[in-house]
């Protein structure tokens, strides 16, 4: 029978893992027509989650333990998962059941019809404070701005079906700074979608504070596009636009010159000095510092790091 390959990051998910094989299972079960292999990612934890995935293994054929070093994050812990899986499509999922698994079904089908990205996407975001909706927003939209041909599909994270095709050219690309939601994208192939409503999730904790969420948006607009690069260009043209305009009205004051006037042109001057002093520093310093980003982006990449270390690759046998 083809394989369909499941693929789980997991930190520090001892109070998960139970309830996450229960689910799975029982929705793998149900479907006839494939095997399933479970690719857990243990992410360098530091409860008994590897310990309980050890245990599972030895009730269940078909779940593919791989540990990494460390701690390396979420997502170069789904890109050793999604280079380890050997099915001819690919599922990542959450391990906090937040994505529920019930929707795979539904994915496949989808795949038989000769879709090659199956998109899990987020109906609604009601569960998320405002906070958070608000900065998906903002990021979903900003993406979709710089990133010119390629679109990144709204609340879509990592939870999704890809062919084989798909994951291969995502395993070719080269740069270690990964964020999943735009390679896949960036790839193309025939896309389509599966609605569902995210969960809670069921236990423990997660992983992602808003510096975390951060950087994640930001990694994914630099890894991007370098469009970034224009702004301070386009800042300085537009300053330069309207210090033209604002001498024009002075001239146009003076020329109408009387003495109450002048009097407030003079004054007018004075803040626009002032101003022009705060402006002109906050530019010189947005624009170094947004070099800085891209060529400590050439750094990290330049120095070719592998992005994560796998201790070892358990399958039942070896167990
Ligand atoms: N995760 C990981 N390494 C990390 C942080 C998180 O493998 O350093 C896993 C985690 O176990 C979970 C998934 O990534 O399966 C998503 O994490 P979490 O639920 O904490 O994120 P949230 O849903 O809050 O965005
Ligand atoms: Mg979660």
């Known amino acids: 029978m083809p394989l369909i390959s499941i693929v ?3 930190y520090n998910e001892e109070a998960v893992v139970a309830d996450f094989f229960a689910r799975i299972n029982k929705v793998v079960a149900d479907v ?5 292999e479970i690719v857990v990612v243990n992410d360098g934890s530091t409860d008994s989650t590897l310990v309980l995935l050890k245990e599972q293994q030895k009730q269940q054929n078909n779940i593919v333990i791989v540990n990494l070093a460390r701690n390396f994050g979420h997502e170069p812990a789904v890109s050793a998962g999604l280079h380890v899986a050997k099915g001819e499509a690919v599922i990542p999922i959450d391990a906090d059941l937040q994505d529920p698994p019930e929707i795979i079904p539904e994915m496949i089908q989808k795949y ?63 740069e270690s700074t990964r964020v999943f939601r735009v390679e896949v994208p960036y790839i193309g192939h025939k896309t389509t979608e599966v609605l569902f409503s995210r969960q809670k999730r069921v236990k423990g904790k997660s992983h992602y504070n808003y510096h975390a969420m951060f950087d994640l948006a930001f990694n994914a607009i630099i ?19 309207l210090t033209g305009l604002s001498l024009l009205a ?42 800085a980003i891209y060529v400590g982006k050439t750094f990290i990449e330049a120095q070719g790091r592998p992005f994560y270390v796998i201790d070892e690759v358990l399958t039942k046998k070896e167990n």
């Open 250 to 291: 002075e001239l146009v004051l003076f020329i109408l010159a009387q003495t109450s006037v002048i009097n407030f042109a003079i004054n007018f001057e004075l803040w626009l000095i002032i101003n022009s002093i705060f402006v002109v520093g906050t530019i010189t310093l947005l624009v170094l510092g947004i070099i």
């Open 112 to 174: 038989e019809t000769g879709f090659e990205v199956v998109n899990a996407r987020r109906a609604s975001r009601k569960e998320d404070s405002f906070m958070k909706r608000f900065t998906a927003k903002k990021f979903y939209d900003y993406m979709t701005r710089i990133s010119g041909k390629i679109k990144v599909p709204s609340n879509v994270g990592h939870y999704r079906l890809i062919s084989r095709r798909v994951v291969d050219e995502v395993n070719a690309l080269t």
């Open 8 to 10: 789980v990051p997991m």
């Open 223 to 241: 890894s991007s596009s370098i469009k970034p690069v224009y702004w301070p260009l386009w800042t300085a043209i537009w300053i330069g636009f």
């Open 32 to 36: 006839a027509t494939y095997d399933f």
